[in-house]
């Protein structure tokens, strides 16, 4: 579904991606962690081209992301921000019928009824006429994931969706995408949340540098670490006191 | 100037007066809508991904920006003639005042188009939209909100500058005042009352763009 090959990329002369390779099987979970700086939330950008990498191959649906295959391949990839990026002048169903609406070019009616089946199975079905500000950090996300999934997507980018949350927030919007993980969504997430890792995701990707430090079952990279770098992580991350 | 004669005389030269707001009112709105239709047009050109349409538009804001308004009104009404080209009075006004006005009508939709979010831009990238979708769907809506109030500054200021028109024997309020006062020898209680009209023409203008400011950020 997603697949990166030898992906390189420098801002101004400094690497913050240096081949980076691994791929996304349809149908599946993977969460990409590893510290603040490793080019993770970078990689989520050059797959849906916010970003341009400099070398190597990105295929969405075998399809090489390129500046002219970009409008197509966005059409077939959402994406979940970490500040949410609701728009503040649109109110929560507003939000969602936009891409539909203006993008797709579907009705205004059928998007409607769409956008409030999404709002219900994000349990905001009383929030469809409220604008981003009356809605706290957790609703606006679910908002959010609501409105990734009002486009159809083929697989779905979560760039640290819970990572602007307040911690008792976290778990409402990891329910929604654990949800989304049963119904067979295709994900890529990065995402500071170990145990969502190691309970939702079929591979886990450790990054730090620009570099895949291991890749392989939550078991394995999260449990059973190879790499001394993955487990200094984990140990600080695990007992942070 | 007692009190008494001046409002004696006050009622005699209103009739005149309020027909010279009446074309002021007339010539402000026409070369407002001029200057905000050519302004938004400069605007999106700066925003362009097309570098030699954002030169085009600096070229042409920082020409006009740096001639005074009087030079372009005269330009337009006494050069253009000499080409062929004969404009009413009204007209040549209103062109002259709404291409000088453009610049700064510009200078307020860039300031506002500036202020949106870039995550908002990418956002709208991100659900598959084109440029021209993102300005009119996120970045327009938006940085309308923002520039409203130097649109408001800018309206007023072209209310005023507007008598500049009288230069070109359009018959606004200052040009009605001074061929009343040259007539009646009457300066004090004329241009008392151009000025009490003018800033009477320009409550309401505030008071619109302030109720417009509250009504877009209840949303």
Partial sequence: ?241 | MSADSFFHEAVLFMPVLLKGLGMTVLLTLAALATSVVVGLGWALMGASRFAPLRAGSAIVINFIRGIPIIVQLFYVYFVLPELGINLEPFVAGVIGLGLAYSVYQAENFRGGFKSVDRSLVETGQSLGMSDWLIMRRIIFPLGIRVALPSFGNTTVMLLKDSSIASTITIAELTRAGQLLAISTFKNGTVYTLVALLYLIASLPLARTVRVLERRLSQQ
């Fill in chain 1, 1 to 241: 579904m997603i697949a990166l090959t030898g992906v390189r990329k420098s801002f101004r002369g400094r690497p913050v991606l240096r081949d980076v390779s691994f791929t996304v099987e349809a149908g599946t979970v993977v969460c990409l962690i590893g510290p603040s700086g490793a080019g993770k939330s970078t990689v989520l950008r050059c797959v849906n081209g916010l970003e341009h990498h400099d070398a190597g191959v990105i295929k969405v649906s075998g399809r090489e992301v390129t500046t002219e295959s970009l409008p197509t391949i966005r059409r077939e990839l959402a994406m979940v921000f970490q500040k949410f990026n609701l728009l503040p002048h649109r109110t929560a169903l507003g939000n969602i019928i936009e891409g539909p609406v203006h993008v797709l070019g579907r009705s205004e009616a059928e998007s409607r009824r769409e956008a409030l089946n999404l709002l219900e199975r994000v349990g905001l079905t009383n929030k469809a006429d409220e604008y981003p500000h009356q809605l706290s950090g957790g609703e606006q996300q679910r908002v959010g994931i609501a409105r990734a999934l009002a486009m159809r997507p083929k697989a779905i980018l979560f760039d640290e969706p819970t990572s602007a949350l307040d911690p008792e927030r976290v778990r409402e919007v990891l329910q929604v995408m654990r949800d989304l993980a049963e119904e067979g969504m295709t994900m890529l997430v990065v995402t500071h949340e170990m145990n969502f890792a190691r309970e939702v995701a079929d591979r886990v990707v450790f990054m730090d540098g620009g570099a895949i430090v291991e890749a392989g079952s939550p078991g394995q990279v999260l449990g059973d670490p190879v790499a001394q770098r993955t487990r200094e992580f984990l140990d600080r991350v695990l007992h942070p006191i």
